[in-house]
Nanobody, 117 residues
Framework: QVRLVESGGGLVQPGGSLRLSCAAS?????????MAWYRQAPGKQRELVAD???????TYADSVKGRFTISRDNAENTVYLQMNSLKPEDTAVYYC??????????WGQGTQVTVSS
């Protein structure tokens, strides 16, 4: 069974850090899939935060450049999102997505990140 399980969310003060994890299983291999992190704030559309190609190239939304870093551990079959200098506007549910050409995308269930003092 294909699964993406996010973890690491929580409540953090502005300026703080969190690291999100996305553990893949059931035939998804982070080394050969395009992996991405999205987020959705209340009342807003889901937006791309960061992605990584199978070759390791990364892109970031302008709003998180210089603060967030996407990475992967092929041995653990896990993708991470290191989030530093968090702002209240980063508050959202964060989702992991795995995609491969010719196959439907797979999504995790999401993890809540709340940035508040």
């Amino acid at each position: 069974q294909v699964r993406l399980v996010e973890s690491g969310g929580g409540l953090v003060q502005p300026g703080g850090s969190l690291r999100l994890s996305c553990a893949a299983s059931g035939g998804i291999f982070v080394s050969i899939y395009a992996m991405a992190w999205y987020r959705q704030a209340p009342g807003k559309q889901r937006e791309l935060v960061a992605d990584m190609t199978s070759g390791g190239s990364t892109t970031y939304a302008d709003s998180v450049k210089g603060r967030f870093t996407i990475s992967r551990d092929n041995a653990e079959n896990t993708v991470y999102l290191q989030m530093n200098s968090l702002k209240p506007e980063d508050t959202a549910v964060y989702y992991c997505k795995a995609g491969r050409l010719g196959s439907p995308s797979n999504w995790g269930q999401g993890t809540q990140v709340t940035v508040s003092s």
